[in-house]
């Protein structure tokens, strides 16, 4: 097996607060394999956004060790090796949408004559053909997150780190988002890290689920999930989901035990 | 139109209150000149009179209540006579084929605008630059905000005069010495403004350009600029009103060379109320253009960049 994209090991992040210091995560070691699709699951101050602000060279950690593509977070970030989707689609109202996804590749200096065809390529990928020329205040919420989603694909990054792009969504969107976003990961072959607080979110897409609980961050159990790579959404209501489904649960409710 | 009927009803009522206000403002002068052409005034005697109070001696003379508005130099102009005034000094003069003329309100209004428009270009230039610097540089943060704050506490009727003779003696023109004056009150609520703009963009936003490894200058084009739009065109209409402020108090100390601050230093020279009123009239219009021009574009501006819809 080749070596991992991602890699952490013993990672510690301590922030340094008002309150004293707050352990946000410690002693965390991973490995993300080409191809994987991580899914970290906890309750809020679990770590999960943290590690993947960390990966993105968005938090500098305190101890430990993180490499991405065999390199440091911030070279990594440097070589424009992975695409970030935040919470919000936080696209720019004056652009268009193609304008939008236009932007990272203007800043990384692609030449003028790319951009039309790398456009093109993933307004197919999210489906959003044909609203190029829109605005995004023109489409819905789900379809803004669609966009944002192709802008991080624009520059045709290996990674995609996601913190709970779909957690501003209501439940039908997200399903379909979903659905969408597993056959994008089908057709891509990138390495996707998804943030979310949402259990059948996390085992209906992912490979890997990370669970994690909080006072200190870190991980308490690592779920291989042996779903098959076909998932059509009614795989939810199988044995083998809700079994899946079932040691997640256990897993967050063993890192609360000691809490209250 | 339900606006404009609220309009109406706020104006009509100040104009009402003014009317109203005439009558003990000018009761006194009233007064003298029944008296002098030998109508019956209680009390008789001048002295007299001066020591009552206005209302009192309105309450006693209402036969003189309809005189109060045809005065040559009432304390208190009517709204009709100032009306009159600017009729005469503008349109007036256009007929007369001397629109341009030194009595000419179109002439001293042009100067004005001239001035304002001048200050208020440098002004925002001014604030647009120290704003970036502000933002970009944490010592410019920390040492020339205090001073931009204080430079604001001077009041510019103390420091215009200076600036004047200063610039006088460099041998600058009086234009660029009333736009000097005229950016000192401007650059203000610009600089203000577009720091508050360009810090706009909220940590999301600014860790979004990070992921992408965007420079200072990229991320300063792509989303800090355009960002702090609709700053800066709030800022942009207080920073016209200031800049005719300026305009016209510059037009105090360079008076010679007209303008409508000068038509109201000559006004209160001799006791022409009339002109005086006339001129304040016609610098709030100008100002109320002004403000109206830059609300104008920034309506076209922020619809355009998908702010409001």
């Known amino acids: 097996m080749s070596d991992p994209v991602i890699s952490a090991k013993n990672l510690d992040l301590t922030f340094q607060t008002n309150d004293g210091p707050v352990h946000a995560l410690k002693d965390v070691s991973l490995a993300i394999n080409k191809g994987d699709f991580v899914s970290f699951i906890g309750p809020s101050g679990c770590g999960k956004t943290t590690f993947l602000r960390v990966v993105a060279a968005l938090e500098e950690p305190t101890g430990g060790t993180v490499t991405v593509n065999g390199m440091s977070p911030e070279e990594a970030r440097k070589a424009r090796a992975y695409g970030y989707v935040f919470q919000a689609a936080g696209l720019y109202p004056w652009r268009t949408i193609r304008g939008n996804i236009q932007l990272p590749l203007e800043i990384m200096g692609f030449p003028k004559s790319e951009w039309q065809s790398h456009i093109d390529k993933v307004l197919d990928l999210v489906d959003l053909r044909g609203f190029g020329k829109k605005f995004p205040w023109q489409l819905s919420g789900g379809m803004q997150q669609r966009a944002s989603i192709a802008r991080a694909l624009a520059f045709d990054a290996d990674i995609l780190l996601m913190d709970e792009p779909f957690g501003a969504l209501d439940e039908i969107v997200r399903d379909h988002l979903n659905e969408q976003l597993l056959e994008l990961w089908d057709k891509t072959h990138k390495t996707i890290g998804f943030v979310t607080h949402s259990i059948p979110e996390a085992v209906y897409l992912s490979t890997k689920i990370v669970v994690m609980s909080p006072r200190p961050g870190r991980i308490t159990d690592v779920i291989e999930n042996t779903l098959p790579r076909e998932r059509p959404l009614d795989i939810r209501d199988t044995p083998e989901f809700q079994a899946i489904a079932h040691r997640v649960r256990d897993g967050l409710r063993a890192g609360h035990a000691y809490d209250d | ?309």
């Open chain 2, 1 to 309: 139109m339900k606006s404009f009927l609220s309009i109406l009803t706020v104006v009509a009522a100040i104009i009402g209150l003014w009317y109203a206000a005439c009558v003990p403002m000018n009761i006194h002068e009233a007064a003298m000149q029944a008296q002098r052409a030998g109508a019956e005034v209680t009390p008789e005697t001048a002295p007299e009179r001066r020591k009552m109070g206005r209302i009192a001696l309105m309450v006693k003379n209402p036969q003189l209540w309809g005189t109060v508005y045809a005065q040559d130099r009432p304390q208190l102009p009517a709204p009709h006579q100032v009306g009159a005034e600017l009729w005469k000094t503008t349109w007036g003069m256009v007929e007369k084929g001397r629109a341009f003329s030194k009595r000419s309100l179109l002439l001293h209004g042009w100067i004005t605008l001239s001035a304002t428009l001048l200050g208020f270009a440098f002004g925002t230039l001014l604030g647009i630059v120290l704003a970036v610097s502000i933002v970009h540089s944490r010592a410019m943060d920390m040492s020339v905000m205090p001073w931009i704050i204080a430079s604001q506490t001077v009041p510019i009727l103390a420091i215009a005069p200076m600036i004047v003779v200063v610039l006088a003696a460099l041998q600058v023109d009086d234009l660029i010495a009333k736009g000097v004056i005229s950016m000192y009150l401007s650059f203000f609520p610009v600089v203000v403004g577009m720091v508050k703009g360009l810090r706009s963009p909220d940590g999301m936003q600014m860790d979004q350009m990070r992921t992408w490894y965007a420079s200072r200058s990229q991320t300063f084009w792509k989303l800090r600029l355009p960002s702090s739009m609709p700053y800066l065109f709030a800022s942009l209409k207080v920073g016209v009103a200031a800049s005719l402020i300026g305009a016209v108090v510059a037009e105090l100390s360079l008076s010679q060379n007209g303008g409508l601050g000068a038509r109201l230093l000559a006004g209160s020279y001799y006791g022409q109320t009339v002109q005086i009123w006339s001129a304040l009239l016609a610098a709030a219009a100008l100002a109320a253009v002004l403000v109206w021009a830059i609300g104008v574009a920034q309506n076209i501006t922020l619809k355009r960049m998908g702010f409001t819809r």
